[in-house]
C-alpha cells in the first residue's frame, strides 16, 4: 500500500475530531518526499514500497550520497507553509498573528452584533451584553456538516455586514433627520446628500466623501464575512469546548432575560438585531402599501369642485405672500439657551410692525419632518396633504392634485410667482405648484459669494422680490410663495443685515463672508453650532419683518413659517416637529377672518396655542377667506 493511500485513510479515520491549526502544518526539510498537508490532507508523491507488488523482491539499486542543503531550503515538490515560509521559519510570531487575527475577528463580530443603531446610545454597557442572535449562530454553526457550514458562515458575514452598514446609515439619519434609513422610500435622499456635500464642500469635498463610504461600505463587508469564517473554523476545531460555551452562554441568556439583569439602564440579555431585523420588515412592508393609501387620501378635495369666482374671495385685491423660513423649529422660542435672543427678536419685529400699521397672530404647525426635507414641507402646507417620504411626494408633482397656490391661479385674479433661491437646477415640479414666473437663485440679479449651503443672502432675496415683481407699477395682485434659505444647515458662516439702500447687486456680501464663521470650527462644538443656528433664524426673521415694515402696504399680507426643525445637533434630544407660524396684515378685516382660531397676538405663538398639522392648513385658510369665512 503507498504512502497516498495510507494517508488518505488516516485522513478518513479523523475526520470529526479536532483539526490542527493550520499555523503548525509544515513540510519536512528532511525527508525528500515530503509529507501530507496538515490543512486539507494531501500528499507529495513518494515511492511506494516494493512488497505491495507482485513478484520476486529485487534489490535496491544504489543510492548516491545526498547532496548537502541549508536547513531553510524546501524540498522540490513540497509546497512552503505561511506565507513565502515565515510560519516555519518564524513559528512564534506567526502563532502569535494567529491569535491577535482571531480576538480582532471576535471583536468585530461582538460589534456588529451589539453596536446600536443610535450614536447617542452607544456606551460601554452595549458592548457587554449577550446577543441571542450569535448564541443561536453559534450552536447552528456547531450543528452543520462541513460544507453547509462552511456556506452558512458566509452568508452570515455578509449579512451581518450589511446590517451593521444599516446601523452606520441608521445613525446618520437619526443625527440629521431624527428617524432611520427607508429600505424602500430613502434611496433618493442619497443623491441629495451628495448635492449637499459638493454645494457646502466643494466636488473634490464630495467625490472624497463618496469615494470613502463606498471604501468603508466593501470592507466592512469583507472584513465581517472572513471574521465570520475564521471564527466558524475555530469552533470546528475545537467542537468540545465550543460546544460547551454556546450551552453556558444560552443558559446565562436565558437566566439574564428571566430576571431582567441590567447594567444601568442596559439590559444584559438582548434580541436587539432581531428587533432591528423586525422593524425593517415592518416598514418596507409599510413602504410598499403607502402609495395605495396616499392615492386613497389625494381622491379627496373639498374644493375641487367650488367655481374660482368663490374661491379665497376675502383676499381679493391684496398681495399675499407664503414665505418659509428655512428649519425655523420651535426650538428656537422654546430652548432655554435660545429663548431670551429669539424673544427679543420677535417681540422688536411685532413692534416695529405695530408701529407700521400691521397686526400679527400666532400659532403651530406640526411638519411631517424634521432637520432635513424642505420640500416634503412645503408640499405639505400647499398640498393639504402629509407628505411624509420622497415617494408620496413623487406621486403628488405628477397629480393633478390642486394646492393653494394653484387655486390663487385658478380664480385668475393674482399673478403667482416663486421666489426660490435654493433651487440651481432645473425644477419641473415648479409647473405642478402652479407658479407663473419662477425666480430662482441664477435669476436674482445676485453677484455675492455662497454662504455654505446658501446661494443668496435672505436680505437679498426679497430686496429681489420687492425689485422683479412687487415694487412694479400698474400691476396685478400678487401671490408669492418665497422660500428663504439663509438659515439653511451648517449655519456658517452667515450674513448680516446692512443698509437696504448698500445691497447693489450683492457684491458687498464678499466682505461679511469674511467676516463670519468657519463651519469646520463651528461644528466641533454643538454649543458654537446651537449659537449659529439662533443667529441664522434672527437674520431670516428680521430681512422679513424689516422688508414688511419697509416695503408693505394696506394690501399686503404675509403668511410666513417654519417648514421644519433643525437637525438633533440643535434640538439637543427634542423629538417634536412643531414650527412657528405667523399670519401678518394692515388689513384688519384681514385678521377677524381667523379669529375663532384662537392664534397669539403678535409674532410669537404661546405655548399653548393651537398646534395642527400642517397639512390641515390648506383647508383652514380657504375657508376662512372664501366667501362663508
Known sequence: MSLFTRSRQLSDTTEGRAEPDDDTATANPEDGTGTADAKDGTATDVPEDDTATEGPKSAPPAQEPPSEQPPEATPSGAAKPGWFGWRRRYPRTARGVSVG???????????????????????????????????LLAGLLLALPPKPRRITAVVTGVFLGFVTVLKFVDMGFYQILARPFDLVLDWILIENATDFLRETFG?????????????????????????VV?????????????????????????????????IGTVPIATKGNAEFIGNRVDAVRAGLQDARIFDKQASVDAFAKTPPDQLLTGLRGKDVLFTFIESYGRVAIDDP???RQTDAVLKEGT????????????????????????????????????IKNQQRYRSLTTSDRMTLTKYFGKTGAWRTVGIVPGVRRAWPEGKFFGLDHIYDSEHLGYHGPYFSWTPVPDQFSMEAFQRLEHGRKDREPIMAEIILASS??????IARMIDWNDLGDGSVFHRIK?????????????????????????????????????????????????????????????????????IVAHD????DRVADWGWTDGLKPAGNAPRWGMDTFRDRFMTAYGPQG
Not at 119 to 128: G, L, Q, T
Not at 205 to 213: I, K, N, S, Y
Not at 588 to 591: A, D, N, R, S, Y
Request: some cysteine; charged content about 20%; hydrophobic content about 45%.
Open 230 to 262: 475564521r471564527l466558524t473554523n475555530l469552533m470546528a476545531r475545537h467542537r468540545p469546548a465550543a460546544g460547551r460555551t454556546v450551552l453556558i452562554l444560552g443558559t446565562a441568556w436565558i437566566t439574564c432575560m428571566t430576571l431582567g439583569v441590567q
Open 101 to 135: 487575527t482571531t480576538v480582532l475577528a471576535g471583536a468585530l463580530v461582538l460589534f456588529a452584533l451589539l453596536v446600536p443603531n443610535r450614536i447617542e446610545r452607544i456606551e460601554f454597557a452595549s458592548f457587554v451584553r449577550i446577543p441571542a442572535e450569535g448564541v
Open 337 to 339: 439657551a435660545m429663548a
Open 351 to 386: 413692534g416695529r410692525l405695530k408701529a407700521a400699521g400691521f397686526e400679527s397672530r400666532s400659532g403651530w404647525l406640526r411638519s411631517p419632518v424634521t432637520g432635513a426635507g424642505s420640500w416634503l414641507a412645503h408640499s405639505t402646507f400647499l398640498s393639504g396633504l402629509w
Open 488 to 493: 439653511h444647515n451648517p449655519w456658517s458662516p
Open 514 to 582: 469674511k467676516e463670519g464663521t468657519d463651519p469646520a470650527e463651528v461644528w466641533k462644538d454643538p454649543e458654537k453650532v446651537r449659537t449659529e443656528y439662533r443667529r441664522a433664524i434672527e437674520y431670516s426673521i428680521r430681512s422679513l419683518t424689516e422688508w414688511v415694515e419697509r416695503y408693505g402696504d394696506e394690501d399686503t399680507v404675509l403668511v410666513f413659517l417654519g417648514d421644519h426643525q433643525p437637525v438633533p445637533t440643535v434640538t439637543a434630544g427634542d423629538t417634536g416637529k412643531d414650527v412657528p407660524v405667523t
Open 203 to 227: 466636488r473634490t469635498g464630495q467625490v472624497l466623501a463618496v469615494a470613502g463610504v463606498i471604501v468603508l461600505f466593501v470592507a466592512l463587508l469583507v472584513l465581517t464575512t472572513l471574521a
Open 588 to 591: 384688519k378685516k384681514v385678521l
